[in-house]
């Protein structure tokens, strides 16, 4: 049996360390497995970008060596954002592909995005193709398939140009964490007619500044600082490989993407009054209360950007997002995340009206709540404590079970579900007052403590 590191399939990508789990062979292995299934399907050529991590180059190559082994041609569209290889996928008319991308995680690990036709693989999916290398089922074309490269990173701003516009100039802060955001953010932002100030927007995978993950308050503190110095009309961050966004408005304050998600339904839902609103378990009730006054349909549904975009296309959906940054447009656009887009649609929202960001966000509640807290737990029995912590709670409460559990309290909720990327469990509270969060905060906790996982801190 073929040797690859079975814990890296994961439930919406493959993700594990670079030099240690995503081996040259293993990586070659995924590309093979891949092309087989894609060529078994009649699709002739593919599309691969990578982030700016070190270890991505190596990994491209072992990738190519895979894909094309199948005889599958393959465009190498270079470094990228996760976005920009979504939308190669529409503008090279390719039949799947591969993102190279450790996402938000530290600069030791990296990953591979899969898709076939223009959705990206998950769950069972991902499951296949390990299958498929355990089995050896691959298949080998007699000539290799070729490789040609293109840079379309022009042609991606001049697209997302095309579908935004401003009604007045704005002063933005733009901080790319040195990620992949830095190939691109500034002649995007500045196409809009934006007065931009770069932060650490000059590619690096070392990130040597802070840390590419916008939901975590300490490294946003550069963007903050920048902002009021500046006096600056926000701020916006973008992770590793730019699918997801972090914002922080003029007066310095970190909103994060329930909020966001609020300001974006009241664009959309007028004009698609009873539309389905998708609703990731980890959001505040102050969206769930926005999106029922503005008239929306509200449907509680599951992390993961994969499973929330198939969940689109089932309910024809026109737009959701994540608490974590990823935001899903169907209204005007493809439907897939790109934090370059949403920044776009937040400005032109923004430039529509007199009002400062703050003054606008400020007509949204602001419940207590905790930061998403991540809790050590091991991938063996992560799902297993979580479902004990589910089974407790709905002796006594009511609750939202379709990802975790969602513990339903007379004046808040408290979440508990099992990351799927990470060895951890990760729980979230919200109280309609000070009081009420610490009273959720306390029975919450005991009942991840009593499910076995060790003493943790919750996070602000």
Not at 39 to 48: F, I, L, P
Not at 128 to 141: F, K, T
Not at 263 to 275: A, D, N, S
Not at 338 to 361: M, N, T, V, W
């Given at each position: 049996?073929?040797?690859?590191a079975a814990h890296i399939f994961r439930?919406?990508?493959?993700?594990?360390?670079?030099?240690?789990?995503?081996?040259?062979?293993?990586?070659?292995?995924?590309?093979?497995?891949?092309?087989?299934?894609?060529?078994?399907?009649?699709?002739?050529?593919?599309?691969?970008?990578?982030?700016?991590?070190?270890?991505?180059?190596?990994?491209?190559?072992?990738?190519?060596?895979?894909?094309?082994?199948?005889?599958?041609?393959?465009?190498?569209?270079?470094?990228?954002?996760?976005?920009?290889?979504?939308?190669?996928?529409?503008?090279?008319?390719?039949?799947?592909?591969?993102?190279?991308?450790?996402?938000?995680?530290?600069?030791?690990?990296?990953?591979?995005?899969?898709?076939?036709?223009?959705?990206?693989?998950?769950?069972?999916?991902?499951?296949?193709?390990?299958?498929?290398?355990?089995?050896?089922?691959?298949?080998e074309a007699k000539r290799p398939g070729?490789?040609?490269?293109?840079?379309?990173?022009?042609?991606?701003?001049?697209?997302?140009?095309?579908?935004?516009?401003?009604?007045?100039?704005?002063?933005?802060?733009?901080?790319?964490?040195?990620?992949?955001?830095?190939?691109?953010?500034?002649?995007?932002?500045?196409?809009?007619?934006?007065?931009?100030?770069?932060?650490?927007?000059?590619?690096?995978?070392?990130?040597?500044?802070?840390?590419?993950?916008?939901?975590?308050?300490?490294?946003?503190?550069?963007?903050?600082?920048?902002?009021?110095?500046?006096?600056?009309?926000?701020?916006?961050?973008?992770?590793?490989?730019?699918?997801?966004?972090?914002?922080?408005?003029?007066?310095?304050?970190?909103?994060?993407?329930?909020?966001?998600?609020?300001?974006?339904?009241?664009?959309?839902?007028?004009?698609?009054?009873?539309?389905?609103?998708?609703?990731?378990?980890?959001?505040?009730?102050?969206?769930?209360?926005?999106?029922?006054?503005?008239?929306?349909?509200?449907?509680?549904?599951?992390?993961?950007?994969?499973?929330?975009?198939?969940?689109?296309?089932?309910?024809?959906?026109?737009?959701?997002?994540?608490?974590?940054?990823?935001?899903?447009?169907?209204?005007?656009?493809?439907?897939?995340?790109?934090?370059?887009?949403?920044?776009?649609?937040?400005?032109?929202?923004?430039?529509?009206?007199?009002?400062?960001?703050?003054?606008?966000?400020?007509?949204?509640?602001?419940?207590?709540?905790?930061?998403?807290?991540?809790?050590?737990?091991?991938?063996?029995?992560?799902?297993?404590?979580?479902?004990?912590?589910?089974?407790?709670?709905?002796?006594?409460?009511?609750?939202?079970?379709?990802?975790?559990?969602?513990?339903?309290?007379?004046?808040?909720?408290?979440?508990?579900?099992?990351?799927?990327?990470?060895?951890?469990?990760?729980?979230?509270?919200?109280?309609?007052?000070?009081?009420?969060?610490?009273?959720?905060?306390?029975?919450?906790?005991?009942?991840?403590?009593?499910?076995?996982?060790?003493?943790?801190?919750?996070?602000?």
């Amino acid at each position: 049996m073929t040797n690859v590191a079975a814990h890296i399939f994961r439930e919406y990508d493959i993700r594990g360390l670079a030099e240690e789990e995503l081996t040259p062979r293993t990586v070659e292995l995924i590309g093979r497995a891949l092309g087989t299934r894609l060529v078994r399907q009649g699709v002739k050529t593919a599309t691969v970008g990578g982030d700016v991590r070190l270890s991505t180059e190596r990994i491209r190559g072992n990738l190519l060596e895979g894909l094309t082994a199948t005889g599958l041609d393959v465009i190498d569209i270079g470094k990228a954002t996760t976005p920009l290889f979504y939308w190669s996928l529409h503008h090279c008319e390719a039949g799947g592909g591969v993102m190279i991308t450790g996402s938000h995680n530290p600069k030791e690990f990296n990953g591979l995005k899969l898709a076939e036709g223009k959705a990206t693989l998950y769950g069972g999916q991902i499951q296949e193709i390990l299958g498929m290398i355990v089995a050896d089922d691959l298949d080998e074309a007699k000539r290799p398939g070729a490789v040609t490269r293109a840079d379309i990173g022009d042609a991606y701003v001049r697209m997302l140009l095309s579908r935004l516009e401003l009604k007045r100039p704005l002063k933005v802060v733009a901080d790319a964490g040195n990620g992949t955001a830095a190939l691109m953010i500034e002649p995007f932002l500045r196409g809009l007619g934006c007065d931009v100030i770069p932060l650490f927007c000059e590619p690096d995978g070392t990130f040597p500044n802070h840390h590419p993950d916008p939901t975590k308050r300490e490294n946003l503190q550069d963007l903050i600082a920048a902002v009021l110095e500046s006096g600056a009309d926000l701020g916006v961050g973008f992770d590793g490989d730019s699918d997801r966004i972090g914002v922080v408005d003029d007066r310095g304050r970190v909103i994060y993407g329930d909020t966001l998600m609020a300001l974006y339904w009241r664009e959309i839902l007028p004009k698609h009054p009873g539309t389905p609103c998708i609703v990731e378990v980890k959001s505040s009730q102050a969206l769930v209360e926005e999106i029922e006054h503005l008239g929306g349909k509200v449907i509680f549904y599951k992390s993961g950007h994969s499973l929330i975009k198939a969940k689109m296309k089932e309910v024809d959906a026109l737009f959701t997002g994540e608490v974590s940054g990823h935001m899903f447009f169907a209204d005007e656009f493809y439907g897939f995340d790109d934090a370059f887009y949403a920044a776009g649609r937040l400005l032109r929202l923004l430039a529509a009206q007199d009002r400062k960001l703050s003054e606008i966000l400020d007509t949204i509640p602001s419940y207590p709540s905790t930061a998403e807290t991540r809790i050590d737990c091991p991938d063996a029995v992560k799902f297993d404590v979580v479902d004990a912590i589910r089974d407790s709670a709905l002796k006594e409460h009511e609750a939202i079970t379709v990802d975790g559990v969602r513990v339903l309290y007379s004046d808040g909720w408290g979440l508990v579900r099992a990351s799927n990327t990470q060895p951890v469990i990760v729980a979230r509270c919200e109280g309609r007052t000070e009081e009420a969060l610490r009273r959720i905060e306390k029975d919450m906790k005991a009942r991840i403590l009593t499910a076995g996982v060790a003493d943790f801190d919750w996070e602000y």
